[in-house]
Structure formats: structure tokens, C-alpha cells
């Protein structure tokens, strides 16, 4: 698996575009089994994140996450604590650990967009990504607020204060606004959805399997 290629670097690679929240679990789950069907494949690909907030309205201070959840899903408290189990069981089959905590909030994503956005020219997108989705879901830190971004941004190989001035002038915003409208004006209303070579959509985390037999039968239509 590559990512941040030059488009002359594409050719007989397949383009894998993802567009995900940081604070999605499910996000996590399915570039996993995404990454194990890769693997098991043996296919080429490129990898290219797009921002999506599955919370533009919350608040700077955030709300408990089990919360958060039962508001907006109506499920109770039951049906929370089944979920981060399943979460839990998933994430630990394909390398990833979840740490769900009583305290857990869910916090508002924009600036953490911008950061990955800012990432993407230093060829740093992917690690950041997949930093930040460990710093959220493993570490319980506050992916919104810009100090601890920074920090993220620094153990990545960026420079602190440049991250910081990055966000605090927030030069990214418009683009980044620009691009999440994108995607919505596009039908996208839930994530992960990973688009295949820009043609073919898929919603949620799918499975090692399902992405597998979709990468064989992209490549052998390539190969026909």
C-alpha cells in the first residue's frame, strides 16, 4: 500500500479514496479490513483521505461521548456499552485498540481536518491520520483542542509551531469547508465511504472479504 504519490507514480495502481471523521470508530474498522484485503490481495494502492465531520455543530467543549450517542442515535445505554464491545472484539482482530472510557467525549473534528489537510503536501497525511484515530480512540486525547495537535503533528515528524500557526490562523478552513460540502453534495451522508479508482462507492466498514473481492475484481477488469 502507497500513499501520497505523484499522479505519474498511479499508473497500474489503484486510486483508493477515503472520506472519514477522526472520531469515527466504524472510520478505523473499515481502513483495517481495508488494509488487510490489500494485503491479502497483493494489489497496489493509493491511499487519499477527505475530511467529513460527523459533528460540524459541536461545541468546542464537546459532550460525553455514551452521551452523545444516546441523543442522537436514541439508544440506550445497553445497546452503547454492546456496540464498544463489538468495537473492542473488531478493533483487537485486526491490530487496532479501542479504550473506551466512561468519560470519553466527542469533540468537534475542523481543526483536525485542516491539520491532515496542512499534512498532505509533507507527505505525512496518512501517518497523521492514522496517529490522530490512535490519539482519539486509544489515548483518550482531545483531538480539538490545537496544543495537542500540535503535539500529534510534532511525533509525526511536522513542525510543532508551524501546526500551531496553521491552526490558529486557520488558512486551511475554506478548503476544507469546501471539500466536506463536496462530498456531501455528493450523496455522503455517513462514514467510512471509500471510493474505488473514483467510480465505485462503498459504504461503511464492509470487511476484509467484501473490500478483497472488490480490489480482485477491479484488477481484473484492469488486467482484461
Not at 28 to 35: A, D, P, S
Not at 70 to 84: F, I, N, P, V, W
Not at 169 to 190: C, T
Request: charged fraction near 25%; proline fraction near 3%.
Amino acid at each position: 500500500m502507497t500513499t501520497g504519490l505523484d499522479a505519474d507514480d498511479l499508473e497500474n495502481i489503484l486510486q483508493i479514496d477515503i472520506v472519514s471523521d477522526v472520531v469515527c470508530p466504524w472510520c478505523i474498522v473499515g481502513f483495517k479490513q481495508l488494509e488487510q484485503a490489500i494485503e491479502n490481495t497483493g494489489a497496489s494502492a493509493a491511499i487519499k483521505w477527505h475530511p467529513f465531520e460527523l459533528n460540524p455543530d459541536m461545541p468546542q467543549e464537546g459532550e460525553n461521548l455514551r452521551a452523545h450517542i444516546m441523543r442522537k442515535y436514541g439508544t440506550t445505554a445497553e445497546q452503547s456499552q454492546e456496540t464498544r464491545d463489538r468495537l473492542t472484539g473488531l478493533g483487537a482482530g485486526l491490530g487496532f485498540d479501542f479504550s473506551f472510557t466512561d468519560d470519553m467525549r466527542m469533540v468537534n473534528t475542523f481543526k483536525a481536518h485542516q491539520l491532515i489537510h496542512w499534512a498532505g503536501p509533507e507527505g505525512k497525511e496518512h501517518p497523521l491520520k492514522m496517529a490522530l484515530f490512535e490519539a482519539y480512540f486509544k489515548d483518550g486525547k482531545d483531538v480539538s483542542d490545537t496544543e495537542t495537535l500540535a503535539d500529534i503533528a510534532a511525533g509525526q515528524g511536522l513542525d510543532r509551531n508551524e501546526a500551531v500557526r496553521v491552526l490558529e490562523d486557520g488558512r486551511f478552513a475554506d478548503v476544507v469547508r469546501e471539500e466536506e460540502s463536496f462530498w456531501r453534495q455528493n450523496g455522503i451522508e455517513g462514514v467510512p465511504a471509500v471510493i474505488f479508482e473514483r467510480r465505485h462507492m462503498i459504504s461503511g466498514a464492509q470487511g476484509a472479504e467484501n473490500y478483497a473481492s472488490i480490489i480482485r475484481q477491479l484488477v481484473d477488469n484492469e488486467a482484461a
